[in-house]
Structure formats: structure tokens, C-alpha cells
């Protein structure tokens, strides 16, 4: 899993003036709502002694700690309440917190955990058709066992469609089927591809008539290690264009925050039986991903047998290489090893600016290592 990327840490209604507990790549956080409406994101542990924040209570715009009532700030993590040091205490400089940046966008609160100052900062996947007449969004949210680079690779693949989805192809039964040889797009933070290919009409009888069987031209892209877009164009006025928020909750799991945009039968009433029709293709996918093995992508693509119609999943790899060799790459196996005895946290930008945290920051991969056994 890699810091240094935005991840949506809650859908934003969620996020009131209580506080919420979630997991992100392996971590824990407490997000809540100061008195200005304002989403923070805060490492959940105390670091007094180690209690949840989470499960303490917000006051103004502080979280209180239910162990000992130690107050963090939201916006900059750091402790301003001891209660029992009295009314004048002075703050010890180690009483702080990692505290993230936070946006809202989509109706999803994004954290961005990772310690790289603003304007170094990759963005968060753009969502264009957000709000624009003629378009409608819904969000649905899954959860997944599985590690989010396999999953991502799930979305990006052109030849798994014909198989995989029944609604979008003929299992391969047509004797000309294909995947047609295509360009891997380039963008700053990911690759994708569009091809166009032949597909049956859509099952569903609410569907049917949408597209008719016949060419329809889609394709996927990734934005960062676990975002991804598709996009479908079932005809020339009917569009579908998706964005995959992943979130890693751990290795292992992954959270899903489906936002799909149409263009046709754009009326709300339509809600339901689109995004059951979405949860069934979610789920096609699911059960072929959740029983790859092994449950990570393998280190070495000689360990796999990739050909050309793999192309877009091939350049991603090595974007995920890139971004391990900036040394963004979470030491999962690490923390894991020493879980019980020692704490860590994603670094904050903060750490740039000032020393003495009481939490190490999460060790990172050494990519370098790695390359060399291969070499050898
Ligand atoms: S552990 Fe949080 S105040 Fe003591
Ligand atoms: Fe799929």
C-alpha cells in the first residue's frame, strides 16, 4: 500500500459531530466534524498512553481522548487540554498528533496520508460529469477481500469483459472475438486504454433497447495505485463513466466508493435498478478476484504468463514500481511483525516542518533490495 495519495476516508454524510473510527492502509484514524462543519482527519491513537480517540468525544473543535480527557485540535493535531496538569499546564512539544489534509468533493471526505507539502501532492481523481446537467451520480460502496493491485488490475484488463461479465459479452463463443490491439493512454498518475468491441444487448428488461447488440467502445484507466475510472459507451447518447475510490483498508481489504455517472435514463427513479445492475457486474468481478492466487500481485512478472492484451496492466506495474522507488510503498510485513509492541503512523506533512513525534513514522519498502536478488 503507498502513502502519499488521497483516499476517501468516509462518505461525507457520515462524518457528523460524532467521531468515526476507520482503518486505512493498515491504520488507524478518527475523522470528525469541528464547529465550523470543517472534516479533520486525525491518527486515532492517544498518544498520552495509547487510548482510541475515536472513542472519545468531540469538544469544539477538539477531539477528547476517553482515557485521561487529553484534547487534540483538528486541524493541526496538537494537544491543547491536560486536564491533569490543571489549568495552566504547558504542553510537552511531543503532545501532537499527525493530522492529515482533508477535502470534500463527490460527497466523500478525502484524507490525504502522506507527509509530501501541497503543491507536490498528486490530485484526486477528477470526476468532470459531477454536478454538469444531463447527468446523474450515484455512490455505492463494497467491500472486498482482496489486495487493491489485484483488484485494480481487475478493472483495467480489456479481455476479461468478454468472460467475466455475461451482460457486455459472449464468453467467448463468438469465433472472431479478440481484444483489438489498442494504445496505452498516459496520464501523470495512471494508464489506461478504450477499445471497441462487439456485446450482446443489456439483460435487464428496464435495459433493453439501450444499446441494442452491436459494437459498444469502453475502457479503464488507474489514477494512483487504487483509483480507477471505466468508462462505457454503450451507444452515442448513452454513457457511462465510473469512478472507483478504493481505499485500502489493510492488505487485504479493500473499500470500494462507486461513483457512477450516466448520461441516459437520468431520472433519480432509475437509481435502483441501475445500481443493482452495477452491484451484479461488481460482483462478477468479486468472486473471480477474491479466489486469485497468490492474493498479491507477484513481485516478478516472470512469475505470470503476460501477453499483449495484458498491456495496460503491465505499464500500471510499473508505475506502482515508480511510486515504491519515491519510497511511498507502507513496510506492511514490517508493522505487522511488530504490531504489539510498537505503534506507527503514516507521516503527516507536519513531520517536514518539526521533529519530536512520540509515534515513528510507518517504515517504507526498500525497492533497491529487491531489484538487486532479482538481478542476481
Ligand atoms: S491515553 Fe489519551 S489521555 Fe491518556
Ligand atoms: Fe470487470
Redesign the pocket.
Given at each position: 500500500m503507498f502513502m502519499n495519495f488521497w483516499y476517501v476516508a468516509e462518505l461525507s454524510e457520515n462524518v457528523q459531530d460524532t467521531p468515526v473510527h476507520v482503518r486505512m492502509l493498515g491504520f488507524d484514524y478518527v475523522l470528525f466534524r469541528d464547529s465550523g462543519g470543517q472534516a479533520h482527519c486525525l491518527s486515532n491513537l492517544?498518544?498520552?498512553?495509547?487510548?482510541s480517540?475515536a472513542h472519545g468525544k468531540v469538544k469544539g473543535d477538539n477531539i477528547e481522548?476517553?482515557?485521561?480527557?487529553?484534547q487534540f485540535k483538528g486541524d493541526d493535531g496538537l494537544c491543547t487540554k491536560i486536564p491533569s496538569l490543571g489549568p495552566d499546564a504547558k504542553i510537552p512539544a511531543r503532545a501532537k498528533v499527525d493530522s492529515y489534509p482533508v477535502q470534500e468533493k463527490y460527497g466523500l471526505v478525502f484524507a490525504f496520508l502522506g507527509d509530501l507539502p501541497e503543491a507536490e501532492r498528486p490530485p484526486i481523481m477528477d470526476l468532470p460529469e459531477y454536478g454538469q446537467d444531463g447527468w446523474r451520480v450515484t455512490t455505492q460502496v463494497y467491500e472486498w477481500t482482496a489486495n487493491f493491485q489485484r483488484a485494480v488490475e481487475n478493472t483495467l484488463d480489456p479481455a476479461h469483459t468478454e468472460f467475466v461479465h455475461p451482460s457486455m459479452g459472449y464468453q467467448g463463443d463468438r469465433d472472431d472475438y479478440h481484444v483489438p490491439d489498442f494504445e496505452v493512454l498516459e496520464e501523470a498518475w495512471g494508464c489506461g486504454t478504450m477499445t471497441t468491441f462487439v456485446s450482446p444487448d443489456l439483460p435487464d428488461s428496464k435495459m433493453k433497447g439501450l444499446k441494442g447488440e452491436g459494437e459498444m467502445e469502453a475502457g479503464a484507466g488507474n489514477h494512483g495505485p487504487s483509483s480507477a475510472w471505466t468508462k462505457l459507451h454503450f451507444g452515442p447518447h448513452a454513457w457511462a463513466h465510473q469512478y472507483g475510490f478504493s481505499t485500502p483498508v489493510d492488505e487485504k481489504t479493500l473499500k470500494r466508493y462507486f461513483l457512477q455517472a450516466r448520461n441516459f435514463r437520468a431520472n433519480p427513479e432509475m437509481d435502483a435498478t441501475i445500481n443493482e445492475r452495477n452491484t451484479a457486474v461488481m460482483m462478477q468481478d468479486k468472486v473471480v478476484i477474491e479466489r486469485v492466487e497468490p492474493f498479491y500481485t507477484p513481485q516478478y512478472s516472470t512469475e505470470e504468463v503476460l501477453v499483449k492484451s495484458d498491456g495496460v496492466i503491465t505499464r500500471y506495474r510499473e508505475f506502482i514500481q515508480d511510486w515504491e522507488s519515491r519510497g511511498w510503498r507502507i513496510d506492511s510485513a514490517k508493522v505487522g511483525e511488530l504490531r504489539e509492541e510498537k505503534s506507527f503512523a503514516i507521516p503527516s506533512p507536519a513531520r517536514r516542518n518539526t521533529k519530536s513525534w512520540a509515534i515513528e513514522a510507518a517504515p517504507v519498502t526498500q525497492p533497491g533490495i529487491a531489484t538487486k536478488a532479482a538481478a542476481e
Open positions: 492517544c498518544v498520552h498512553r495509547g487510548a480517540l481522548c476517553p482515557y485521561h480527557g487529553w
